[in-house]
């Protein structure tokens, strides 16, 4: 099986930067994706990471450990639209194709 | 290109009754993904459809069914409903199967059910 582990929710403050973390356990690792969801609306795709190191995507970054089992998605120059739950969803091969196993998501709160 | 899109987008239902929810891909996509998301336990995987068949399946009971259309579309049907099954029921498509190495997931609005 798998298990995902993020923090619930975070807080942070326009213009600064924020790193939310995520651990998994899995047995066919093949790849994690961060996703963004805003209330009321479907998740919309940040990013994804198959090898370690970091991957940059403008204001967003995302760095993967595959023989720690972690992550983190690191947002910089924070928006006050930034505010939604981050959800990091890793893929298992032995699993099956492209059904993911998301974590409970991160809600992140961006103050002024 | 059209996103994915789902219909209906809110319903209704009594325990007990049954209710079937429709996904249509982005064109081109060949799989499609179901997931219940509720506030309690997050986005959870239902099951993935690939060329009209099932590819895998998530640890829901078998009163979740589905299935895909030649046209790619996709179909999940819950029979007796129960309280607990009140949630946002995303689907998600993408573009090829179980060799792609890099396979991203374009999510639906969703179809929120609510039952009473």
């Known amino acids: 099986g798998q298990n995902i582990d993020q923090p619930t929710e975070m807080t942070a403050t326009e213009g600064a930067i924020v790193q939310i973390n995520c651990t998994y356990q899995?047995?066919?690792?093949?790849?994690l994706f961060w996703y963004q969801q805003h209330a009321g609306e479907a998740p919309t795709f940040l990013s994804y990471n198959v090898l370690d190191g970091l991957e940059e995507k403008g204001r967003f970054s995302s760095f993967l450990s595959r023989s720690k089992g972690y992550s983190y998605l690191l947002l910089k120059e924070l928006q006050m639209k930034d505010s939604a739950s981050y959800l990091c969803a890793v893929r298992d091969l032995l699993g099956g194709a492209d059904g993911l196993t998301f974590g409970k998501g991160t809600h992140l709160i961006i103050q002024p | 290109k059209a996103g994915v899109t789902q219909t209906p987008r809110y319903l209704i239902k009594t325990r007990g009754q049954q209710v079937t929810l429709s996904c249509s891909p982005i064109?081109?996509?060949?799989?499609v993904s179901w997931y219940q998301q509720t506030p309690g336990q997050g986005l959870q995987f239902l099951f993935e459809?690939?060329?009209?068949?099932?590819?895998n399946k998530g640890n829901f009971p078998g009163r979740f069914s589905g299935r895909q259309f030649s046209n790619s579309r996709s179909e999940m049907n819950v029979s007796t409903l129960e309280l607990g099954d009140s949630a946002l029921y995303l689907c998600?498509?993408?573009?090829?199967?179980?060799?792609?190495?890099?396979?991203?997931?374009?999510f639906g609005p969703g179809t929120r059910l609510t039952v009473l």
């Open positions: 998600a498509s993408s573009l090829e199967g179980r060799t792609s190495s890099y396979n991203e997931q374009f």
């Open positions: 064109s081109g996509h060949r799989s």
């Open positions: 459809y690939f060329s009209e068949t099932q590819r």
């Open positions: 899995t047995s066919g690792f093949n790849g």
